[in-house]
């Protein structure tokens, strides 16, 4: 398995690796910030190597590590071993989740002390099995998304496309049909994380999940999170 770290903007960054579950690569990206402090956050970590130890090493000192909803946990203890220093912030109840790890504090939408002015954050309710943390970095106006909006544009494999196509993002950024049919609770508080991350100025859409937005994805976002 390998990582790759590219650069999105100034400060910015992802690492893309492999995630495969039913025969299905429904892929992998940790998102990397840097503080103006140098210090950085590595938002939803993916399988680790040694490699990417080094590379990270050479753009600043991993000083947080983040777990951005109840899902995306699986490799943080491997990062906690490598980086014993770093304070671990993690979703809403994710700390009854994994009791096997020291995790620093749960997150919410008012933004860590020590990220104020570099960072925007939305606590999305109303999905409680999720609790997904939606991040904004203005300065590269680009917004991060771990589990509600995937984008599958290239699967290869027809049970690739057929389950992607059925769960309605294949071809597009949208929130999954799983979610939004069998795990949303309350359409009403969801719509209120909705208005907050639709009044943030972003552009660029970083998703956990397969191909990224570019450019024009505050519109695409819109559209999406019109069937809520």
């Given at each position: 398995?390998?990582?790759?770290?590219?650069?999105?903007?100034?400060?910015?960054?992802?690492?893309?690796?492999?995630?495969?579950?039913?025969?299905?690569?429904?892929?992998?990206?940790?998102?990397?910030?840097?503080?103006?402090?140098?210090?950085?956050?590595?938002?939803?970590?993916?399988?680790?190597?040694?490699?990417?130890?080094?590379?990270?090493?050479?753009?600043?000192?991993?000083k947080?590590?983040?777990?951005?909803?109840?899902?995306?946990?699986?490799?943080?203890?491997?990062?906690?071993?490598?980086?014993?220093e770093?304070?671990?912030?993690?979703?809403?109840?994710?700390?009854?989740?994994?009791k096997?790890?020291?995790?620093?504090?749960?997150?919410?939408d008012?933004?860590?002390?020590?990220?104020i002015?570099?960072?925007?954050?939305?606590?999305?309710?109303?999905?409680?099995?999720?609790?997904?943390?939606?991040?904004?970095?203005?300065?590269?106006?680009?917004?991060?998304?771990?589990?509600?909006?995937?984008?599958?544009?290239?699967?290869?494999?027809?049970?690739?496309?057929?389950f992607?196509?059925?769960?309605?993002?294949?071809?597009?950024?949208?929130?999954?049909?799983?979610?939004?049919?069998?795990?949303?609770?309350?359409?009403k508080?969801?719509?209120?994380?909705?208005?907050?991350?639709?009044?943030?100025?972003?552009?660029?859409?970083?998703?956990?999940?397969?191909?990224?937005?570019?450019?024009?994805?505050?519109?695409?976002?819109?559209?999406?999170?019109?069937?809520?």
């Open positions: 398995m390998t990582n790759r770290i590219l650069a999105l903007d100034k400060d910015i960054w992802t690492v893309e690796s492999s995630h495969k579950l039913l025969g299905i690569n429904f892929g992998g990206r940790m998102t990397v910030i840097r503080l103006i402090s140098g210090d950085l956050i590595l938002h939803s970590p993916v399988f680790f190597e040694n490699s990417l130890m080094n590379e990270l090493n050479e753009i600043g000192v991993v947080y590590i983040v777990a951005p909803n109840k899902f995306h946990h699986m490799h943080i203890g491997e990062y906690i071993s490598r980086y014993p770093a304070e671990v912030w993690c979703a809403p109840g994710l700390p009854k989740k994994r096997d790890i020291s995790l620093s504090s749960e997150l919410t008012e933004i860590p002390q020590k990220w002015g570099e960072f925007e954050c939305e606590f999305f309710q109303g999905i409680p099995s999720l609790n997904e943390v939606v991040f904004f970095h203005p300065s590269s106006r680009t917004v991060i998304f771990t589990d509600l909006l995937f984008n599958f544009a290239d699967q290869q494999f027809l049970g690739a496309k057929i992607t196509w059925l769960d309605g993002v294949y071809g597009k950024a949208d929130i999954p049909r799983l979610i939004k049919w069998f795990m949303l609770r309350d359409r508080i969801a719509r209120e994380s909705i208005k907050k991350i639709l009044s943030w100025d972003f552009d660029r859409v970083s998703l956990t999940h397969k191909d990224m937005v570019l450019t024009g994805g505050k519109e695409i976002v819109a559209k999406a999170f019109e069937s809520i």
